[in-house]
């Protein structure tokens, strides 16, 4: 190991706070070298030099006395860099890969120059508290951030780049974050509209989605085989050409097909020459086609069309009679999720079970359709508070105990 003898270091006073200078090894572009460093020990308010050498000597043991080896002296962004994320990498999906790399963008601004081993839950905390007064992170970003530092954390113990308990454990989502923004489930009428105003193959395209609550990776992974006995068999995900199998074991459960949903993939399947295999959603060479391809070619065109003459905005120059105006009858288009966050609504509002609408999405835990996809409207609340009220009208407590009642509170 390479150690050098037992150091002191300098304790030092610049402006009002007690410094210590001293060395240890980092490891840079590859290369195990030893720096001078200083580090702030304590503020010269109510510290005088021998408390400040003191301060000086706990810490100076993790340096003379180290537990890890010099090679592992590597800063937060480069562990997260050169060890964490290629170990994600290879062992998650790439959507999920994906979403890291995106938490890690709007993380590594935050991370300054901590040393992963010498992280403690101050300084996470510090990271989460820097994060929140930016005032750009919503509370769920915030949960999902604490999320991969603790997976970081967790990674760098049993690698033997850091010791001691996670220091994620004990940090908090500041409580002035901002709110969880709101997000959308797409009700039957927009259901409806969206495959009144788009053409084929799209029509179909949104049928299943709304119908079967399909995430966007398993619509673009259907083929013909996978229909079958009244029901879709979900085998695959394809995320941006990448195949891989569903999201979890509970993903691969079969989705009921609908009488409706069964006549428009019928007609879906003539217009294709009834064919036995292949792509439910080919593209024009034959290959799964990217739904999110099909949103910018025809959806989104479908649903901006002009409310005045029905044309795109583009159709609209100089020599036209009217101005562009979109036809706000049509639905707004929320994304591919808001499909399953609908059907998870309506069958709520149908009275179904909420564990039944679990299996319906192949959730792995109810909390998590209770949670985020089940989404309760305004009518709803004052709907249920109606109940409540008539509940409550229709109670009548006994004489003596209203007589009670009001002693108690007088």
Not at 130 to 142: I, L, N, S
Not at 269 to 293: C, H, L, M, T, Y
Request: proline share 6%.
């Amino acid at each position: 190991m390479m150690r050098t003898r037992k150091q002191k270091g300098e304790v030092y006073r610049k402006h009002q706070m007690w410094y210590l200078r001293y060395f240890d090894f980092r490891v840079e572009d590859g290369q195990v070298i030893r720096k001078r460093l200083c580090k702030p020990l304590c503020a010269v308010a109510g510290f005088t030099k021998t408390q400040a050498r003191k301060e000086a000597e706990r810490f100076l043991e993790t340096i003379n006395k180290p537990m890890l080896t010099p090679e592992t002296a590597l800063t937060l962004v480069d562990f997260i860099e050169s060890v964490y994320l290629p170990r994600l990498k290879r062992d998650v999906r790439p959507s999920t890969y994906h979403g890291y790399i995106v938490l890690w963008a709007a993380l590594k601004p935050f991370c300054a120059d901590y040393l992963t081993r010498d992280m403690r839950t101050r300084h996470v905390q510090c990271i989460l508290d820097e994060m929140a007064r930016t005032d750009r992170f919503a509370k769920r970003t915030m949960q999902h951030i604490k999320f991969f530092l603790a997976g970081t954390f967790g990674h760098a113990i049993r690698n033997d780049y850091y010791t001691g308990g996670n220091p994620v454990t004990e940090a908090k989502i500041p409580a002035k974050v901002r709110g969880v923004g709101e997000t959308h489930a797409y009700s039957l009428e927009e259901v409806f509209m969206m495959m009144d105003a788009t053409p084929e193959p799209a029509r179909t395209l949104i049928a299943v989605a709304a119908m079967t609550a399909l995430r966007r990776g398993e619509l673009r992974g259907l083929r013909w085989e996978d229909y079958r006995n009244g029901e879709i068999h979900v085998s695959r995900s394809i995320w941006y050409g990448h195949e891989t199998d569903p999201k979890t074991e509970e993903s691969k459960n079969p989705v009921p097909v609908i009488p409706k949903l069964a006549a428009i993939l019928a007609d879906h399947r003539k217009r294709q020459g009834n064919p036995i295999s292949g792509w439910i959603f080919p593209n024009g060479a034959r290959k799964a086609v990217d739904p999110n391809n099909m949103l910018q070619r025809v959806i989104l065109p479908s649903l901006a069309v002009c409310g005045v003459c029905a044309k795109l905005e583009a159709a609209h120059d100089s020599k036209s009679d009217h101005e562009y105006k979109r036809n706000d009858i049509l639905p707004v288009w929320r994304g591919w999720h808001g499909f399953r966050r609908g059907v998870a609504t309506n069958l709520n509002r149908l009275g179904v079970p909420d564990k039944i609408i679990q299996r319906v999405l192949r959730h792995s835990d109810v909390a998590v359709t209770q949670a985020a996809y089940i989404k309760p409207e305004d009518k709803d609340s004052k709907a249920a508070m109606e109940k409540f009220e008539s509940a409550l009208t229709a109670t009548q407590l006994p004489p003596k105990l209203k007589v009670q009642s009001i002693k108690g509170v007088m």
